[in-house]
């Protein structure tokens, strides 16, 4: 029977399972694509589907709740502002699970999360520019 089993504990003690998925639900709203184990991206798909509902729902109440189970403002920001905006027709089903092969190290199986709509220029958020293109955005910038 399958009483009292409502999610998977990932052999983890409490705090690390809490405290990992938090990081990966950041990492997933900020590249909006991320490369984790199978299981890991399932466990992580449901909360990623209720974090945007939470954000289409445009109050206070949901705002703060979002930055407390985010702990970051930026992430609760871009949920509330862009990815709220992007999914408001859907209805759910704001990620998709794609399974890419095994790992080489211990054969566990790797799968990619991501948003379905999902920017594609977000994943180059962290990647420094070189100095030729950063002076050739600052000459464009200021003939507009």
Do not use: C, W
Not at 21 to 42: C, D, G, H, R, W
């Amino acid at each position: 029977m399958r009483h009292k089993l409502g999610y998977k504990k990932l052999n983890r003690t409490s705090e690390h399972r809490k405290a990992m998925i938090k990081n990966m639900l950041n990492s997933l709203i900020k590249y909006e694509q991320i490369t984790t184990t199978l299981p890991k991206a399932k466990v992580l798909k449901p909360v990623a589907d209720k974090i945007i509902t939470l954000g289409k729902k445009n109050t206070l109440q949901n705002t703060r709740s979002l930055v407390s189970k985010l702990q970051d403002i930026k992430s609760a920001n871009k949920v509330t502002k862009t990815l709220s905006k992007r999914y408001m027709s859907r209805k759910g089903g704001y990620t998709r699970i794609i399974k890419a092969g095994f790992r080489y190290g211990d054969k566990a199986p790797i799968a990619i999360i991501e948003f379905v709509d999902r920017d594609v220029n977000a994943k180059k958020v962290d990647i420094k520019k070189s100095p030729k293109e950063n002076k050739e955005q600052e000459k464009v910038s200021q003939t507009k």
